[in-house]
């Protein structure tokens, strides 16, 4: 019988809370933060406060919600800083190429570009400073952050050139889990709280899972 999977943002009757009050450090204030994450709280909602909600309106809530608040907590906003940055973070490394590329794209380093496009924000936080924890959506051939940018221009601009390039089904369920985790771990790192264990073992398991599926269905073949 071949296994089912099933993500957890989908199944109301498991919680499984990312951090506890105790957790929080009693000298850190964070009502300046919180005051900020109110409407990227509203958008995350949506992953289990509304059960009939479509998929494709869960997918651009949680883009909505990571656009947010990498606007919110980085660089002000501004496109200098932001490519200031990048240029401090990966200077001469021998992959800077592969990461240029994803961050400062030839859209994004256009002149007549002045803000920070979706994908070099999705990228920027999958990134990080090489963090290893999303690994496998930046250390690739494709470009996983334009591929979520692409999606989401498709379900917001429909046209047929869009749809060859969006994710659908399985493929946008599982960009659902990819990036509400992204988004949890964020949070939780603003609010001085390191879920990256947690976040990294989630992963793993989901990533196991899809290796089964895989070999379940090459058997059926």
Request: charged share 30%; glycine share 4%; net charge negative.
């Amino acid at each position: 019988m071949a296994a089912r999977r099933e993500l957890e943002i989908y199944d109301s009757y498991v919680w499984d809370y990312n951090f506890t009050l105790n957790q929080l450090s009693a000298d850190k204030d964070i009502n300046k933060e919180l005051e900020k994450l109110v409407p990227i709280f509203n958008l995350y909602l949506s992953l289990f406060k509304y059960r009939d909600m479509p998929l494709e309106m869960i997918f651009l809530n949680i883009v909505q919600a990571l656009e947010t608040f990498h606007s919110r907590f980085f660089y002000g906003n501004k496109k200098r800083k932001y490519v200031e940055s990048v240029m401090e973070r990966f200077p001469d490394t021998e992959d800077f190429g592969q990461l240029k590329r994803k961050l400062l794209s030839t859209t994004q380093m256009d002149e007549n570009c002045s803000y920070i496009i979706l994908a070099s924000r999705l990228n920027d936080l999958l990134i990080g400073n090489q963090n290893t924890l999303f690994y496998d959506y930046w250390e690739c051939e494709y470009d996983y952050g334009q591929i979520i940018a692409d999606t989401r221009h498709y379900y917001t601009h429909y046209g047929s050139s869009k749809e060859k390039k969006a994710l659908k089904g399985k493929d946008l369920e599982e960009a659902i889990f990819v990036l509400s985790s992204l988004l949890e771990y964020h949070i939780c790192l603003v609010l001085g709280i390191d879920i990256e264990d947690k976040i990294r073992q989630s992963l793993h398991n989901h990533n196991s899972w899809k290796q089964l599926e895989k070999a379940q269905i090459r058997e059926m073949e």
